[in-house]
């Protein structure tokens, strides 16, 4: 049982980030003070709409510089914390070099964060958002447990360097927490293990990945048809909302699924479709032998393809509904609330 006193400060590291700055934003919601560390604060175009929006809220911001590959970096933002929220780490699947681009600033990254959670010693929680990637690597690799359902019990055992290092990254980075949190007895550690986050950025410019997936629904690019690809969909504003509990809930321990609905990107095309009519939105599955065929050119790997096209992914979420009472949007809000704010800031193109 780990009590935090609402009135000491909060860190938050990537606080800029999508699914991070909807976490400030709920945590000075509720009044909290947030110690909130970017790589820039002084970059206006990524930190500016998470300060312009705390101007509006009642809790207090404050910006630390800090980078994950700088050791000690956190000390400063960490300083009078009991709470740390680890989120920052690289989300693209664009990658030169996988080792430098993503599983340095995740893996050194994270041990970076838990070493100043070790050496603050106001820290009693760090709440570390890891991923359902740490969880499963392909969509085939449900097909062997029981009820070909995802749990907690589950690891991902068949990423790499060389085949989807980002689920590789965050693998080996949640493996590295649990030793850390492990070797010490002073704070506790409780993992968020999201699937893909859907729904509104707080900023315009925002990056993440998720951008670029649900991009691909509404461009024309998929107007032919959809590779079958089962996906497990979460709301950003849900996902702050469990973050916040994973903080505050004083039982709350352990890896934690937090995945709303088990869909496929047919499935989020047919929740634009009454809405958005008017977009090029995929009503076809294509047959994985051209997926398979074309992949390749699309960026996407044979081995890939192979591994996931054509299968559903289920992942369960009993935990974070019986354990911290999280209560989900309907797909249908937040898939639409994205598309409508992708194309209200010009990210898709808006037709008539
Ligand atoms: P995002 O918007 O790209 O946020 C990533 C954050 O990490 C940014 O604030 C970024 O800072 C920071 N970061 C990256 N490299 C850094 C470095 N070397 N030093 C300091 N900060 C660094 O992506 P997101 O989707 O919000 O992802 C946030 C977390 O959620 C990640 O841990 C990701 O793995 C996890 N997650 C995301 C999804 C999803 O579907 N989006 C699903 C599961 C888990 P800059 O802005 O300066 O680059």
Redesign the pocket.
């Known amino acids: 049982m780990t009590e935090i006193n609402p009135e000491a400060p909060v860190m938050v590291?990537?606080?800029?980030?999508?699914?991070?700055?909807w976490l400030v934003h709920k945590l000075l919601s509720e009044g909290h003070t947030v110690h909130a560390?970017?790589?820039?604060p002084d970059?206006t175009d990524?930190v500016g709409p998470l300060v312009d929006v705390a101007g509006t809220l009642p809790g207090t911001l404050k910006l630390f510089q800090?980078?994950?590959?700088?050791d000690g970096a956190y000390d400063a933002a960490a300083a009078g914390c009991e709470l740390i929220f680890?989120?920052?780490?690289?989300?693209?699947m664009q990658t030169r070099d996988p080792q430098a681009e993503l599983v340095e600033?995740?893996l050194r990254?994270t041990r970076n964060v838990l070493e100043t959670a070790s050496r603050t010693d106001t820290i009693k929680r760090v709440v570390l958002?890891?991923?359902?990637?740490a969880i499963y690597g392909d969509n085939i690799d449900c097909e062997d447990k029981p009820g070909k359902t995802l749990t907690e019990a589950h690891w991902n055992t068949s990423s790499s360097l060389e085949h989807n290092p980002?689920q590789y990254?965050?693998t080996l980075a949640e493996q590295a927490a649990w030793e850390m949190a492990d070797a010490q007895d002073r704070w506790d550690l409780v993992v968020v293990?999201?699937?893909?986050?859907?729904g509104p950025?707080i900023n315009p410019k925002?990056?993440?990945?998720?951008f670029a997936?649900v991009k691909q629904l509404g461009d024309g690019s998929m107007k032919p048809g959809a590779p079958h690809l089962g996906l497990g969909v979460?709301d950003?504003r849900d996902l702050a909302e469990a973050h916040y509990r994973a903080g505050f809930t004083p039982a709350a321990h352990g890896r934690n699924i937090v995945s709303a609905w088990n869909t496929s990107l047919l499935g989020l095309a047919a929740a634009l479709r009454g809405r958005f009519s008017n977009y090029p939105l995929p009503t076809r599955t294509l047959p994985k032998f051209l997926v398979w065929l074309v992949g390749p050119t699309q960026g996407l790997s044979r081995k890939f393809v192979s591994r996931n096209i054509g299968y559903d992914l289920k992942a369960d979420h009993t935990k974070v509904v019986s354990e911290l009472g999280m209560s989900f949007r309907p797909l249908e809000e937040s898939i639409q609330d994205m598309f409508a704010w992708m194309i209200d800031v010009g990210r898709l193109r808006a037709r008539k």
């Open positions: 590291t990537g606080a800029n980030g999508y699914v991070a700055s560390a970017v790589r820039d970059n990524k800090a980078d994950l590959l700088s680890h989120t920052a780490s690289p989300f693209t600033p995740a990254g958002t890891s991923s359902c990637a980002y990254s965050k293990n999201p699937s893909l986050v859907i950025a925002a990056t993440s990945e998720s997936i979460i950003v």
